[in-house]
């Protein structure tokens, strides 16, 4: 009897449990969400961006690379050129509950102007009849060697960006 | 005495020759990015799951909506001439997909606050800032490609909220069993 009564409150729990993770919210912030920055060109940089769990569950993140392209206000997101070598210290995190968790990277063979992305996705709890919700945040950092780099990048990307806007 | 000397300007020739190599622009030093503008982006959506409840009756055309809505608060922070949007979608054209069967994302549907529920077959504004986080096109659940109804084209600094609803239609081939997923809320800007 005792044995079955044990049995029901761990059956019983661990519901409990699963209900209460799928009433978690999913959250981040992620910063710098843009920047830009000088770089010579294949000149060797490094750079960070972090990431903050506000929330009251661990997040699981991952970061995916990437090098936005333009050209007559037609963006792209596109993988790095062979030329461009960019190394994450780690291209995915699980973050405990209201802790920041810091990518450092180091890029080089920046040969021209570039829109380096930097794809933060948060995975959501799974559901056996449903679905996670995943969030997908951008880190920009506009490289190149000079003042204004990410006017005159969006500018060759034919994005025309307005004051206020 | 003058071989001397010789010797002298060449070996400070050959020091100052070798200093540069260490100077900025070689790949061999590493510097440090020096980012000169302060941005940050806030999403939380609550909860992290979308449920259909675990027994719903299985008849073709039937419209099954999520047992709670997700409610999602995006705060940024970004420079004065930002163009932001927030699109949900799929990454595939297969919502859902299990023992139970699949659900195409022509039979799920979102609702933005109060709008309309629009079915997940739309693309993005292709001269606007694009998602990056696996959405494909086709597979966007907004109505015109301009992302969730509170567009944050706008302020630069604010914020916003979006609750949504999630629903599908049972297709035919549908049995009992297990269907999962995963939405992707994606935010875009440049």
């Known amino acids: ?165 | 005495m003058k071989r001397l000397k010789v010797a002298a300007l060449l070996l400070m020739l050959c020091l100052f020759s070798a200093w540069p190599a260490h100077a900025a622009g070689d790949a061999s030093t590493t510097v440090s990015l020096s980012a000169t503008m302060v941005s940050a982006l806030t999403v939380t959506c609550t909860p992290s799951t979308v449920n259909f409840g675990a027994s719903v009756p299985i008849i073709n055309g039937f419209v099954v909506t999520a047992t709670t809505p997700v409610v999602c608060n995006f705060t940024w922070s970004t420079p004065a001439n930002s163009m932001l949007a927030a699109y949900v979608g799929f990454s595939s054209n297969i919502a859902l997909t299990g023992t139970a069967g699949t659900i195409p994302t022509s039979d799920f549907a979102v609702q933005d606050n109060s709008g309309a529920f629009n079915p997940c077959i739309g693309n993005w504004n292709i001269n606007n800032a694009i998602p990056g986080g696996g959405l494909t096109q086709g597979n966007i659940c907004s109505n015109g490609g301009q992302g969730l109804s509170n567009t944050f084209e706008g302020p630069n600094v604010g914020s916003s909220t979006e609750t949504l609803t999630f629903q599908f239609t049972e297709p035919t081939n549908l049995t009992p069993g297990s269907l999962s997923g995963s939405v992707i809320i994606d935010i875009a800007y440049l």
């Open chain 1, 1 to 165: 009897m005792k044995t079955i009564i044990a049995i029901l409150i761990f059956i019983s729990c661990g519901f409990a449990v699963e209900a209460q993770q799928q009433r978690l919210p999913n959250g981040i912030t992620l910063s710098p969400a843009i920047a830009e920055a000088k770089i010579k060109p294949n000149q060797k940089a490094r750079g960070s961006f972090t990431v903050t769990n506000g929330t009251l569950a661990p997040v699981n993140v991952i970061v995916d690379p990437k090098l936005a392209v333009g050209k007559n206000g037609n963006i792209e997101m596109v993988p790095l050129p062979f030329n461009m070598d960019v190394e994450l210290d780690s291209t995915s995190a699980r973050i405990p509950p209201q802790q920041t968790y810091t990518f450092d990277f180091t890029v080089s063979g920046v040969s021209q102007p570039s829109a380096l992305v930097f794809n933060v996705k948060a995975a959501g709890a799974h559901a056996n009849y449903g679905a996670s919700v995943a969030i997908s945040i951008p880190s920009y950092f506009y490289l190149c060697d000079g003042k204004d780099c990410r006017n005159k990048i969006l500018q060759s990307f034919g994005v025309r960006l307005s004051k206020g806007n």
